[in-house]
């Protein structure tokens, strides 16, 4: 999932390198875990990835969309695929 989600940082010209995104992922799923709300990992992944350039945190908050729908499309694909194998 990090892998995806810099693939779409690059796409949208948000330049940081792979290092710094799973810093950032890893800190998104750390607050995943200790803060009560399920959009807790995204919050931090928008505003860690748009710190100090808030300008650009349009085309992050984008990003974290899209790479959530991607992954949501993802599941979906996989279980039409498994329903039609189990028939």
């Known amino acids: 999932p990090l892998a995806r989600w810099h693939l779409l ?3 949208r010209g948000v330049g940081l390198s792979l290092g710094t995104t799973a810093q950032i ?3 998104g799923y ?3 875990i200790v803060l009560p709300a399920t959009g807790g990992q995204d919050l931090v ?3 860690y990835a748009s710190r100090g ?9 984008a990003t974290v969309l899209l790479d959530r ?3 949501l499309l993802g599941i979906a694909v996989l279980g039409v ?7």
């Open 9 to 11: 940082l690059r796409a």
């Open 25 to 27: 992922g890893l800190i």
């Open 30 to 32: 750390f607050a995943t």
């Open 45 to 47: 992944r928008v505003v």
């Open 53 to 61: 350039r808030t300008e650009r945190a349009p085309d992050v908050l």
């Open 69 to 71: 729908f991607t992954g």
């Open 81 to 87: 695929t498994a329903g039609a194998a189990l028939r």
